[in-house]
DNA sequence: ATAGTCTGTCGAAGCGCTTCGACAGACTTT
DNA sequence: AAAGTCTGTCGAAGCGCTTCGACAGACTAT
């Protein structure tokens, strides 16, 4: 392993010269740094990590907590994720993953021992157990999620509420009265997600504002959860025409039985759904869908830590506005039938 | 910050004492032991990673470089990780996540640096450019995948030869005379990705062996391309009764597709996919599939590693044997129709 | 010319831990 | 009773880097 000092040594430089090239904290002469940073390709010179870190109380390393669970959303957790270390990465950050297994542990773990420098924590329940650690300590932090409290908090988040109201909202211009949400697995209502209740507030308030009357069914996901949500669903509102699907692994279930009672997408009915683009275009129609901006949460996540590591930035809630993109699977209700 | 200091002076014992109950590396008395273990809880202690990483010249880092692309495979991609983070946790350790996007400059990066003292590979290609650097480290790596030259390399991944002899075997036991394959994307072929060109392999002589008729075709994931790879392929081969699909963003439009020209599964036509279990079982039809061993795997390369870490085990190559699970997708070929 | 100001470089201290050799004391063995 | 062996603990060195204060030399303003 080639050190600082065998560099220095090559380049007849002191070590600390060679210390302030790399950094660029002191101003060194143009000759000398170019001598400097030839010595550090010939001899391969990488500086060594832990080193650093102990020194400079700084680790370069930007901690990422992902859900244990792979149940939920998996493509966005991983489309985040990706976003995440990309970007950390064009700021000299790498990027530690931490699974939900150790819950609050992890965070006491991860600022006490300096492992990382700042945390992101996805899947961020209403009150989550973490947060009381977050807010005592002074280590930065975002949150891809919303809590039920903000405060001293940094977030980002789709802005869920005006999700629902835009889903909503489109399926009643297009006269759709009678609109039945498929929403997540029951669990991700028990555990108190906030985009999953903040998307059906959004949902309800428009729907009573606009007149048009929404019935919300959890639904795990699959084919036959679906199928049973479904029928329960077309029994109680037969004149259902609208559906809003926020549970991703439901949609193509939800499409295929349609299909199957006769129902044709979209001229019987209409279907928005809630996921990532790249789910919206696959899908056996061309879902008309609010979509879930996974990259840009997990670029202005690493972002916004990388400011506030540099001393810039401050707490904020940020919330995305939602944009809907009509496709296929939306269009006028049939007229005259409905309930 | 607490120090390894303080917790000594608390307890009243010298720092070496303290990092002896910490490691074990040495006995200590029992007294003495629980004094100092009593101090570090109520000091809340946790070792500084850095200087521990520095004096010992162990990061207790793996580091796992997951690929890019989030256009395959990303149920299977995730769970690996997820399996990984967890069972490196049980093990003392922790996991960087690293993209393929720095390529082999990320490995030079992390075992020049010291930031971690292992590797995970995902997505190997058959000839990869990573490879040379692994193979000129002492640092332990175990791919996920794999490529053509393995000596000196452990890898682990399913047997995807016996995986593709296995689909084909089942289909032909059932009386399916002609086959088609419905593969990865070509971008997955034209980069050699091992397991692709693999499952061609023993489908391709398992379905000479036996006498069958293979066709395989690449196709992207998604409905549109389904769409016209089935038109295509029943255009070619119109008695094709029997389906083998890699790509697991294929199966569900597959199924639709199939349903919409008539051909029931499993009476028409049948459906054996290679997949996590969870697409299969959560399909619209249940499906018969060989599973993707994804938290195996993910488990395996951690311990492994581990094992290497502590100076046991060896360099290898592990093909997890395939199991392919019967369900609702498949059965007999209809009598006398078959071309 | 003198004092004052930059610029570029160096030396040394120290970050918090691990680990090696030393060694006191208790306990065997002859 | 002397020599040898363990066991448990300590002190000190050192891991490779950052950073602070010092300072020589060049330059500017008076």
Redesign the interface.
């Known amino acids: ?1 080639v050190t600082l000092a065998e560099v220095a040594q090559h380049a007849g430089v002191s070590a600390s010269t060679v210390s302030y090239v790399l950094s660029g904290k002191r101003s060194i002469s143009a000759t000398t740094r170019q001598r400097v940073e030839q010595s550090i390709r010939l001899l ?11 020194a400079s ?1 700084r ?1 370069n ?1 930007i901690a ?1 907590m ?1 859900p ?1 669970r ?1 149940d939920m959303y ?2 966005v ?3 985040i ?2 976003a995440v ?2 970007t950390a ?1 064009t700021h000299g950050y ?6 939900g ?2 819950g609050p542990d992890a965070v ?2 991860v600022t ?4 990382a420098d700042a945390m992101i924590l996805m899947d961020v329940e209403l009150d989550d157990e973490r947060l009381p650690l977050l807010r005592g300590t002074d280590q930065p932090s975002v949150l891809i999620g919303l809590p039920a409290e903000t405060t001293g908090l940094t977030c980002v988040d789709l802005d869920f509420r005006a999700t629902g109201a835009l889903c909503v909202e489109h399926l009643a211009m297009l006269g759709h009265r009678d609109i039945a949400v498929i929403g997540e697995a029951p669990a991700v209502y028990e555990r108190h997600t906030g985009f999953a209740e903040r998307t059906l507030d959004g949902l309800r308030s428009r729907a009573r504002e606009l007149g048009v009357r929404l019935l919300h069914r959890p639904c795990e ?3 036959d959860a679906m199928a049973v949500t479904l029928a329960r669903i077309l029994d109680e509102r037969p004149g259902t025409t609208g559906f809003v699907v926020q549970n991703e ?1 439901a949609v ?2 939800l ?2 039985l349609l ?2 009672r006769g129902r044709a997408v979209p001229e019987d009915v209409s279907v928005v759904a809630v996921c990532p683009e ?1 789910v919206a ?5 061309r879902l008309t869908s609010v979509a879930i901006p996974a990259q840009e949460m997990g670029r202005y996540a690493v972002e916004h830590l990388v400011a506030k590591l540099d001393g810039r930035g401050t707490d904020e809630v940020v919330l995305i506005a939602p944009e809907l993109t009509v496709r296929a699977s939306t269009g006028p209700a049939p007229s005259g039938r409905t309930s």
Chains 1, 2 share one sequence.
């Open positions: 392993m391969g010179y990488h500086p060594n990590a832990g080193a650093r870190a102990l109380s680790s390393i990422l992902v244990l792979t998996v493509p957790m991983m489309e994720a990706i270390a990309t990465r790498d990027v530690l993953l931490l699974t297994e150790e006491r773990r006490g021992s300096g492992l996901g699959g084919y692994s193509e279930p499409l295929a299909r199957q790249q275009v696959q899908a056996s129609v």
